[in-house]
C-alpha cells in the first residue's frame, strides 16, 4: 500500500505535524497482525519513520529496542466481520 497525502500546510507546519500524523497511523496498524514500515517526507525535506515486524503473533516495533514497554499481542482478524 502506498498513501500519498498533498495538503495546504506550510513547511513549518508540516514539520509539526508529521509525529502526530506518523503516531496515529502507527497506533491503527499496531492493532493489526502485520509488519509495515511508514516514513513521512515534509516539503523541507525532513522525515520521520516507524517501522514494525511481525514475529510469531507479535508485533515488535522500534520502541521494542529502546527499553519501553513492548505492544500486546496483536489481536485474531479470522472471525470478524468488515463492512464492504
Known amino acids: 500500500m ?3 497525502l498533498v495538503s495546504t500546510l506550510t513547511p ?3 514539520s509539526l505535524m508529521a509525529p502526530a500524523l506518523l503516531k496515529a497511523l502507527s497506533g491503527i496498524l499496531d492493532m493489526l497482525p502485520i509488519a509495515y ?3 513521512v517526507n515534509t516539503s523541507d525535506s525532513s ?3 516507524e517501522c ?3 514475529v510469531g503473533h507479535k ?3 522500534e520502541a521494542d529496542t529502546f527499553g519501553l514497554e ?3 499481542v496483536a489481536p485474531s482478524f479470522e472471525s470478524a466481520e468488515f463492512d464492504s
Open 70 to 72: 513492548p505492544p500486546s
Open 12 to 14: 513549518e507546519d508540516e
Open 59 to 61: 508485533v515488535l516495533s
Open 47 to 49: 522525515a520521520v519513520y
Open 52 to 54: 514494525a515486524q511481525l
Open 2 to 4: 502506498n498513501i500519498r
Open 37 to 39: 514500515a511508514i516514513r
